[in-house]
């Protein structure tokens, strides 16, 4: 009985928030999706495409900006698994966080989204803009989106997860896992942008089954 008041008072909560600023599919959403989260194994084929999608464009549109040629990246199902599981990890405590070294033996590159109040998972492209928009400060303050940009990484994967229904709080994590990762040796290169174009791949793994990258 107690459980059954818990998650109607927060699914009272998260309905006015949503009320208060989102779409109003989300409230939709917020139902369905309690429903079945516990059995949610990642996401959508579309929603894959899309992640993939806005990442080109950002290099498309940067790495020629910054006198590279525009090289994409591709999926990998590998770096989606482990995405999947730290946003499993993140929603647990609604905290953005990055793996320990004994948690991410490959030491991909890891980018991260929390957004609090709500099951429904954000926007791509608003994750995507969020991380943009730090570009202009500079690194370190702008390393997500020099992980995006950056040219040596080849692979990426994302996923997200949401709270469990009768969870403290109420959130959605958005994790992309990069490999190789990026934003290493800017020394070496003469300032941020060069070392986005130039510098390599960081880490020493290829995803599973993938000889060079
Ligand atoms: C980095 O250096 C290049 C080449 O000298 C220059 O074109 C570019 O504007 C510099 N970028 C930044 C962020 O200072």
Known sequence: MKTVLLAISLLVASVAMVAGGDNKL???????EDERSGSQRGISNQRKTTWRIQH????????????????????????????????EEIVKTCVNKAPGSGENPNQWGVNAAVR????????????????ENKLEKGYPLNQ????VLWRGTKFVGCSDAASPIG???????????????GNCLFKKYGNWTEAVINAPGCSANCP?????C
């Open 26 to 32: 989300a409230l939709y959403y917020d139902y369905t």
């Open 144 to 147: 997500v989106m020099t992980q």
């Open 116 to 131: 609090g109040g709500t099951r429904s998972f954000q926007p791509v492209q608003n994750i995507m803009k969020l991380w």
């Open 56 to 87: 080109n464009n950002m290099r498309k549109k940067y790495q020629v900006e910054y006198g590279g040629r525009y090289r994409a990246l591709r999926w990998n199902a590998q770096l989606e698994e482990e995405a999947h599981a730290w946003a």
């Open 208 to 212: 599973e089954g993938i000889e060079k």
């Open 167 to 181: 969870s403290e709080k109420t959130c959605t994590a958005s994790v992309c896992y990069y490999g190789k990762a």
